[in-house]
């Protein structure tokens, strides 16, 4: 039997490789609330522009509301056969409602029904990963306004740099995050325009209000030009772009945590909530969470890649490879949520040693900028030559494997003489950061300010 949608100068039916290359039904049918959502609105339209009675548009929607409760209830038959999304629900709706169900195809092509329907989907995912980030957001700012004084080794280069608080790092995860989400909304701003009524390409000779479907499915207007509606997965290509960078921030957190809680390290310890053990070394805690967020970043930027290299050879119009915009989108958003909810899990979670951190953040000579700035405030001494100074000082200091705060008095002063004992008030850990109070500094009372206008913030959503 040849195809029903579409068979009709055909005699025979495709080959079954053909009919497996050309399906998509897998994947596709993960736009059935979309698809249903659009035709009943395709459907209102066109009776109320007297294009099919009142009586077929309701016997549609009737056909497309049990369509709806059979595959939310699992009891509907996707088949194969019927390649997609589209054709499966509209087949069914002919079994149930008969020869009207022939007539909501007017005026429509799955071109411009695919793309109205993935966009919506987008839009619908961009709504729960912006929710999510929020959520995370909070776990982040939450905790950095429970340890806005506890030290940490600030690194550069993962050498020690300067102490830093915990809160504040965490506070700059709360500032990427930030502006993930506004790529996101920006995003789904620029995709909120309606493909549907654009047809195959070239729009339609029917008397269709497009500003009416435009507005039941909550966009802002209908696209304005049908080549471009139909031939657009820019919406695609920008979801994943967002999806890519917020996926390397939060590989990059995951990193962190994968070396903080390393027992190399021992800065901080995730609960058994969040870490697995090994099969064969019993002593293992494993951060696989952390591990896989790191991973699925890999998966989430292939599908960037992957859509782009789709797209980027393709003339106007519609082209049959753009039927692989979606699994690769489908699985990178879902991946990004899962990732999402991971983080915010293991923020919660993770509790940092709060004396291994101390420790740690004064070794190294953290605090040699510290003595230089002294120099500089006290002495009056030109930044480079207090920077020659200091660095005099922590060579002495290292030969006699001394921390900076020990080095003893005469010492220093043998290398530059008017220092004063003054110098071993700037020396300490918690003195260091909280002293660094410029805005967006890492002093605790600028995390604890920032932390509640980020609350504030957040709160009111
Ligand atoms: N399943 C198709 C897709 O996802 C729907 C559009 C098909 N249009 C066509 N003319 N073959 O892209």
């Known amino acids: 039997m040849s195809n029903k949608m579409w068979g009709g100068r055909f005699s025979s039916s495709p080959d079954a490789i053909m009919e497996t290359i050309n399906a998509s039904i897998d994947v596709d049918r993960h736009l059935y609330r979309q698809d249903i959502a659009a035709s009943k609105a395709h459907a209102a339209m066109l009776a109320d522009q007297g294009i099919i009675t009142a009586g077929d548009a309701s016997q549609i929607a009737g056909g497309l509301d049990t369509i709806l409760s059979e595959i939310e209830a699992g009891k509907f038959n996707f088949q194969r056969a019927l390649e997609d999304v589209h054709m499966n629900v509209e087949s069914r709706l002919a079994e149930l409602i008969g020869p009207a169900a022939g007539r909501l195809h007017t005026a429509r092509s799955r071109n411009d029904q695919v793309a109205t329907d993935f966009k919506l989907w987008v839009r619908d995912t961009i709504d729960g990963i912006d929710a999510a980030l929020a959520d995370f957001q909070m776990a982040l700012t939450e905790k950095a306004i429970e340890h806005a004084d506890t030290v940490m080794p600030g690194l550069t280069h993962l050498q020690t740099a300067q102490p830093v608080t915990f809160g504040h790092h965490l506070l700059a995860y709360v500032e990427m995050m930030e502006r993930d989400r506004g790529r996101f909304t920006d995003a789904r701003k620029r995709l909120n325009e309606s493909p549907l009524g654009s047809a195959a390409l070239a729009g339609t000779s029917f008397p269709l209000d497009r500003e009416k479907t435009a507005k039941a499915l909550g966009f ?3 696209t304005g030009n049908s080549l471009d509606a139909v031939s657009d997965r820019d919406f695609v290509m920008e979801a994943l772009a967002a999806a890519t960078i917020c996926a390397v921030h939060l590989s990059r957190l995951a990193e962190e945590i994968v070396i903080w809680t390393s027992p190399l390290t021992g800065l901080m310890r995730l609960s058994d909530k969040f870490t697995t053990g090994s099969s064969i070394m019993p002593q293992k805690r494993n951060p696989d969470a952390a591990e896989l967020v790191r991973a699925k970043t890999g998966r989430i930027a292939g599908a960037l890649q992957s859509i782009v290299m789709v797209m980027k050879g393709l003339p106007l119009a519609y082209q049959k490879d753009m039927q692989e915009d979606k699994e690769g989108a489908m699985d990178a958003l879902g991946a990004l949520s899962l990732c999402i909810a991971a983080m ?10 709060a004396a291994r951190m101390k420790k740690a953040a004064g070794e190294g000579y953290a605090t040699a900028t510290d003595l230089a700035d002294w120099l500089v405030r006290e002495l009056n001494i030109p930044f ?8 005099s000082i922590v060579a ?21 003489p008017k220092i004063t004992d003054e110098v071993f008030k700037v020396l300490s850990v918690d003195r260091s950061v ?25 709160e009111k959503g």
């Not at 915010?344 to 040693?353: F, K, N, S």
């Open 384 to 391: 480079r030559q207090a920077h020659h100074i200091t660095g």
């Open 434 to 458: 909280q002293s660094r109070d410029s805005y967006g500094g890492t002093a605790p009372k600028n995390v604890r300010l920032q932390g509640k206008r980020w609350l504030k913030r957040l």
């Open 344 to 353: 915010t899990g293991m923020v919660r979670d993770i509790e940092p040693d």
């Open 220 to 222: 802002d207007r209908p």
């Open 396 to 416: 002495e200091a290292s030969k006699a494997g001394l921390p900076l705060h020990r080095v003893p008095l005469e010492t220093m002063q043998a290398i530059e």
